[in-house]
């Protein structure tokens, strides 16, 4: 529920006539111990219905490592997690979500179809299945676009996204205190990213940028302040939306105030009003991701962002009052050098001089090559390499003053590496990996029997000049000027 996928899907299908969704979730351990136990099944919150009794599974995943826990619901739920146990006395699993649309190889043998892109166009093709027959259902979504489905679509299936982002809202469906924004009234502003980073999926599955008029956004805010006054402000780059002073003046100006809060931001926009906005809200801190320690990296990687623009923001930034700074960088990119490494901490060291009265929350993570980006093909350390690169860079920012640091995982971004980069051998290894509930050493002889050694350096797998997600097309169409 922290996720606005799963509300916008909550509320989309909801609002199908002759259609009703519920939802489930992966549950907790002691939860999962508790079904086995009692021998029950994964249920809905809703109306405690097995997953096994529904017509249809629509699964979306953010992240691929969650991947690893997706069989084990299915399991969980009675459903054999792979296509060919199932019959269609099962229910129909249908995949979906920003990894489902990069890659989606290492499950497709699991799902009956998968849905490639933005689901707001394609809407009408699932209230038609309500119409049809179950044993029908797959061969009419291998016509209809944006659809693969396993067998029956001849690839490369087109990403599809929605062109008219102004008449509709995508915001939190269900406000609760049990989520990493707790009752927040999440929003989205815009869809999409302007920037061209060449390591960011993002960047890339969600063009063109789209921006909601601000008229679209204030109605829902005003109304969702008679529930709460936590705001939350969606988008790639709340910096890059085109009336952002306006719309942080007409925030400032209604009654009560929202107390808002952003997804993310540039350091290098006019931010001045926004700053101004999320002081008011209560906030202190400000994250900014210049991802590199020299600009000649940031420049490879296509970040147009240069250390001058980077200590402005942070100047204006803390004039404001928001002096809990938080910045990523990325460890293991292509080109990186020793010196790249240590420009992390010489810069660091130098906002520590400059700005003494700030704190410094630094995350390093390892470098993921995802597919459809500039870097798709990029080869990375192995994972005891890319631990040591990790080690050497927090150990040196530990050492400086107000600096906290917080590391990703290396053996975790090599599993991530491999499934954002699989092939369809990758399937058993989740399976088992999943309903087992292996450890990593375990996992690391599972991938490895299906073909992807996590102790080497990580290279695409590629068939006939193929890379596996070459079965999607993204379209790279112009950004649309609609909802300015
Ligand atoms: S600015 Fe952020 S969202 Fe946009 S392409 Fe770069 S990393 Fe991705």
């Known amino acids: ?79 054999p997690p792979r296509r060919s146990e199932r019959t269609d006395a099962h229910p129909f699993l249908l995949g979906g979500g920003p990894c489902f649309t990069a890659n989606p190889l290492p499950v497709l043998n699991l799902f009956d179809a998968i849905y490639i892109g933005e689901v707001e166009p394609r809407l009408p093709d699932l209230q038609a299945l309500t119409q049809l027959p179950r044993d029908q259902w797959a061969e009419y979504l291998s016509t209809r676009p944006g659809f693969f489905v396993p067998g029956m679509t001849r690839s490369p299936v087109q990403r599809q996204y929605a062109t008219m982002l102004d008449k509709i809202i995508t915001a939190t469906a269900i406000l609760t205190p049990h989520t990493e924004f707790a009752n927040s009234y999440l929003i989205e502003m815009s869809r999409g990213c302007r920037q061209g980073c060449s390591f960011c999926l993002a960047g890339q599955i969600y063009r063109p940028m789209r921006n909601r008029p601000m008229e679209a956004l204030l109605g829902p805010i005003q109304s969702a302040l008679a529930h709460t006054r936590r705001i939350g402000l969606v988008s790639a780059s709340v910096s890059d939306y085109p009336r952002l002073d306006q719309l942080c003046h007409a925030l400032m100006q209604m009654d009560p105030m929202p107390l808002v809060s952003v997804s993310s931001m540039r350091a290098d926009g006019d931010n001045r009003a926004l700053f101004e906005l999320l002081a008011a809200s209560g906030q202190q801190s400000v994250t900014f991701a210049p991802e590199t320690g020299t600009e000649t990296l940031r420049q490879s990687v296509c970040k147009r962002l240069s250390d001058e623009a980077l200590f402005q923001g942070i100047t204006d930034a803390s004039d404001a009052g928001l002096t809990s700074v938080k910045l990523y960088f990325l460890v293991g ?13 010489s810069l660091v060291e130098h906002l520590t001089r400059d700005f003494p009265g700030c704190s410094f929350t630094i995350s390093i993570n ?67 990996a999943s309903t087992k509930q292996v450890d990593f050493s375990q996992l690391r002889r599972l991938f490895a029997e299906a073909g992807s050694n996590l102790d080497q350096i990580g290279i695409p797998p590629i068939r006939d000049g193929q890379y596996p997600w070459d079965i999607i097309a993204m379209p790279t169409a112009p950004a649309s000027k609609a909802g300015l």
């Open 1 to 79: 529920m922290s996720s606005l996928a799963v509300h916008t899907l909550y509320s989309l299908l909801n609002g199908l006539d002759e259609l009703s969704c519920q939802r489930a979730f992966l549950p907790s351990t002691e939860e999962t111990e508790r079904l086995n136990r009692h021998r029950q099944r994964l249920s809905s919150l809703e109306t405690d219905t097995p997953l096994d009794d529904f017509d249809l599974l629509a699964v979306t995943t953010s992240f691929e490592l969650d991947w690893l826990n997706l069989p084990l619901c299915l399991d969980l739920g009675g459903i």
């Open 366 to 432: 390892p470098f993921v090559p995802k597919p459809h980006t500039a870097l798709q093909a990029a080869e990375v350390p192995d994972y005891r390499t890319m631990r040591q690169l990790l080690a050497t860079v927090s150990t040196a920012l530990r050492r400086l003053p107000r600096v906290q640091v917080r590391a990703g995982s290396a053996r975790w971004a090599a599993v991530q590496t491999a499934i954002s980069r699989g092939d369809e051998h990758l399937a058993s290894a989740l399976v088992a």
């Open 333 to 345: 990119l292509p080109g990186e050098t020793e010196h790249d490494r240590a420009a992390i901490v």
